[in-house]
């Protein structure tokens, strides 16, 4: 529950902090994901091809088989929130300059915020990654993420219906026909 009122605070702090600043000509319009790798959100946040962009939402990036005390197990439908730790927000500001950071936070958060209402909005359960291991346990299958992974999206969200794979999704582009589409719900 401390973690979860820290992560808020530090949310809350992101939204409160950030200076509203001429944008470069690379910021504008809608921003990427950051990654905790500079040269990879470099290339994400900037110029990156549509394939790139794609592939950062991979299920197969995520997979893996590690089995650890750090395991969230969830086995039942909705939506995972994933915000960084505290260690990639240190890490994030020592890669780029503050205000830079602190941009890009704002953008992500905004970007999960906005996604937020809408799956709330469909009745889709939310809920907020913990650890760094989520096993996601389907009818038929299960799948264990490593969600903290070096070259990922630091913000990211998870669509889990346990009758079918699970997906990474972007918040950046995320509509209510999307989220109606994966949780098969009708209008």
């Known amino acids: 529950m401390r973690r979860l009122i820290f992560l808020i605070s530090i949310c809350t702090g992101l939204f409160g902090c950030s200076k509203n600043a001429p944008r470069t000509e690379a910021s504008k319009g809608d921003s990427l994901p ?29 997979l893996t088989d590690a089995d650890s005390a750090n395991t969230e197990t969830i086995d039942f439908d909705c939506a995972i929130l994933i915000f960084p730790t505290e260690e990639q927000i240190e ?22 915020a906005k996604a937020i209402d809408i799956i709330d909005s469909l009745g889709i359960k939310t809920i907020t990654a913990k650890e760094r291991y989520i096993k996601l346990k389907g009818e038929n299958k299960n799948w264990t993420l490593d969600i903290r992974k070096d070259h990922l999206p630091c913000w990211n969200l998870v669509f889990f219906n346990r009758t079918k794979a699970p997906q990474i999704i972007p918040t950046v582009n995320l509509t209510p026909e999307k989220v109606r589409e994966f949780f098969e719900i009708s209008k």
């Open 91 to 112: 890490r994030m500001k020592k890669d780029y300059n503050e205000e830079d950071f602190y941009v890009v936070a704002d953008d992500n958060n905004w970007y999960q």
């Open 34 to 62: 950051l990654t905790a790798d500079s040269s990879i959100t470099e290339k994400v946040y900037t110029a990156a091809t549509l394939d790139e962009y794609k592939a950062l939402y991979d299920l197969q990036r995520y």
